[in-house]
Nanobody
Framework: QVQLVESGGGLVQPGGSLRLSCAAS????????MGWYRQPLGKERELVAA?????TTNYADSVKGRFTISREIAKLYLQMNSLKPEDTAVYYC?????????WGQGTQVTVSA
């Protein structure tokens, strides 16, 4: 089992920055890819960025050049710059195990003037 706890969400003005963190615990040795997903109100959850254990990254087109994902042994980060109102969503940390996908509880990010 893997437990994931996100932090760092909040209210920010357009053009501002936020850094999300995700603390992982449990059988983290089984995890290869970790990522951030987001779900705007009334919409489906979508991939924002992912990173493999080896450091290979993948970004949604809508965040390329603005967001940066990084990873330590038991932590995952998402640096978000030049935030836009359309980035408003609940952001979820994800860890992909060999059989099971693990999710955090989510953290709200609101971009508004």
């Amino acid at each position: 089992q893997v437990q994931l706890v996100e932090s760092g969400g909040g209210l920010v003005q357009p053009g501002g920055s936020l850094r999300l963190s995700c603390a992982a615990s449990g059988t983290i040795f089984s995890i290869n890819t970790m990522g951030w997903y987001r779900q705007p109100l009334g919409k489906e959850r979508e991939l924002v960025a992912a990173i493999t254990r080896g450091g290979t990254t993948n970004y949604a087109d809508s965040v390329k050049g603005r967001f940066t994902i990084s990873r330590e042994i038991a932590k995952l980060y998402l640096q978000m710059n030049s935030l836009k109102p359309e980035d408003t969503a609940v952001y979820y940390c994800n860890a992909a195990g060999p059989i099971t996908n693990y999710w955090g509880q989510g953290t709200q990010v609101t971009v508004s003037a």
